[in-house]
């Protein structure tokens, strides 16, 4: 918990650029399922689709570093929820 007091803002800052990165690949990866329903060469194809594949595992790897931090936060909230009932 000291590391996350002492480092909050340099964390704040990287989850804010992965949210940003994620938002690009997922404008990306839109773009990309639109010229997979164009191509019709198979080696291009299968590019697109490794190429997508990735993205969509990035996109899908930052949606779930924000719900494990909402999840976190939410019980941190409950947690001092309890102890000033408690008091």
Do not use: P
């Not at 989850?15 to 990306?28: A, H, M, P, Q």
């Not at 570093?65 to 008091?87: C, E, H, T």
């Amino acid at each position: 918990m000291d590391l996350l007091k002492k480092y909050w803002i340099f964390l704040f800052i990287a989850l804010i650029g992965s949210n940003c990165v994620g938002f690009y690949l997922l404008w990306e990866s839109v773009g990309i399922s639109d010229a997979l329903e164009h191509v019709e060469s198979e080696t291009v194809i299968r590019k697109l689709k490794q190429k997508d594949f990735l993205y969509t595992l990035f996109v899908d790897a930052v949606l779930i570093l924000d719900f494990s931090l909402i999840l976190f936060l939410l019980f941190m909230a409950g947690r001092k929820i309890v102890k000033l009932i408690k008091k």
